[in-house]
């Protein structure tokens, strides 16, 4: 019966690091609600070595191995964005040993887990739970506005039915219309028949038929996306997020961090508060050698402190030696004896920047954990989306949080110094546009702290705690009810 279940949650995280780490965040945070669950992580061998780096025994989370045979293809990180419809087909492969797992844990267990929480992108998750007796729920690492819009123009194409340069996305309502010069350009070019289409359309489609969805964000900075996503999948949401990017320690790295903590804390230290500008294109991303001039002249010229994430640009080896070339001559040099920036070479502490009182404003690409860590600090955004479903997130922090500029969409946008010092003068201005910027994302900033609060006595709990609470009593709920049955 109920009583004696071993209340085993099994989580199946997309094989890319911005979804690894929020699943190890969940496991985390289902730990901490309560030690009677037991949580297994199921993923690839290499995806395994990164959560190993960055867990320990006192997390108590199982990790269970995937065998994959495509050894040189087991995360998105050093794909060309021209071969990830390859690891995504290929990742249909795992169906077969994940099946495996979980006949293996009920044979130990001696009844299936209570549930397989699986990635949007795994939708296949379903049949095993399904055929296992198990129940299946679907995790979004992403926040609810982006991953409503990503799954809507996946499922509906809906700019394949228009030439007009803006159009509308099934789910939104009229006012956020949808600029198809921003769409990623293999969204553009899909059409229901090519790789990424016969991917997506599919898995998404069987997500949208699990038990329920959690998404990685807090209920009251996003009223419009979890609306909007709620009456779309007629499922329910559970928000969770922000547990995470509110700590100074990143969940997972993986990464070596090439700056010594002690020289970037002391350096931040140095500058006036909120006076930094943090320039990072999250952990799989890059843009092009012109654009990668024009930002460092931007910078330079604004006079401002700032740190940045730089990596060879496109073209180049993204895991390669950094050439100093592909800086304005004697940049570095000018920065360091100015002491007017750090030039981080491809991993920083991102969490430890943004939470420094120096770190005014956060040059991003948008990705979800990004954006979710900058706004748990209060910490204002200058957009340049590049891939995914950042687009729709950069709009959505503009128009609907009004905590962000954006200074350019794609890594094919034209990019000049002019419009960096414009857009970076902009977001540092205390008054006008960039000081009600700042409020907001203050404001926003103490929405993502309250949700993620647990008062001492226990009473007051914020609404992601609360959130994750009322999942876990649901999937007990429903297994009780169907243990009955
Ligand atoms: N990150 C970091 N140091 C870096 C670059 C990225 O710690 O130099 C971390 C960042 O804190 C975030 C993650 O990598 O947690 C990036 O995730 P995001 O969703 O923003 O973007 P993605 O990498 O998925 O494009």
Known sequence: ???????????????????????????????????????TIATTALNLKYLHQSTDHGDDILFAELPFSHHDRQSTENLAISKIPDLC??????????????????????????????????????????????LNFTFTTGGAYGTMAYISLWLHLPHRQTDSSDFALPGFPERCRFCRGKLNSYLRSADGDDPWSRFMQ???????????????????????????????????????????????????????VNICSNKLEKWLDEQEPGSVIYVSFGSQNTIGSSQMIELAKGLERSRKPFVWVVRPPLGYNIKGEFRSEWLPKGFEQRMTEAKQGLVVRDWAPQLKILSHKSTGVFVSHCGWNSIMESLSHGVPIVGWPLGAEQVYNSKMLREEMGVS?????????????????????????????????RKNASLIKEQIIDANNIREDGKVRGSSVKALEDFLTHVLTMTSKEEIQ
């Open 1 to 39: 019966t109920a009583l004696h279940h071993p209340h085993h949650i099994v989580l199946l995280p997309f094989l890319a690091h911005g979804h690894l780490s929020p699943f190890l965040a969940l496991a985390r945070q289902i730990k901490h609600t309560s030690k009677a669950f037991t949580i």
């Open 89 to 134: 087909h290929e990742s249909l492969s795992l169906q077969s040993p994940f099946r495996q797992l979980i006949r293996d844990i009920i044979a130990k267990d001696g009844l299936p887990p209570l549930c397989i929480i699986s990635d949007v992108f795994f939708g296949w998750a379903i049949d095993v739970a399904n055929s296992l007796g198990t």
């Open 202 to 256: 599919p898995q998404i489609s069987l997500s949208l038929k699990s038990h329920g969805w959690l998404c990685n964000t807090v209920e009251e900075i996003e009223p419009l996306g979890i609306k909007l996503l709620r009456d779309y999948i007629h499922r329910p949401v559970w928000s969770i997020g922000g547990s995470s990017s509110l700590s100074k320690k990143n969940t997972y790295t993986g990464k070596e």
């Open 405 to 437: 500029v954006e200074l350019a969409s794609g890594v094919d946008s034209i990019v000049y110094e002019e419009e960096v010092l414009k857009v970076i003068d902009i977001a540092m201005d205390g008054n006008g546009k960039g000081g009600e910027m």
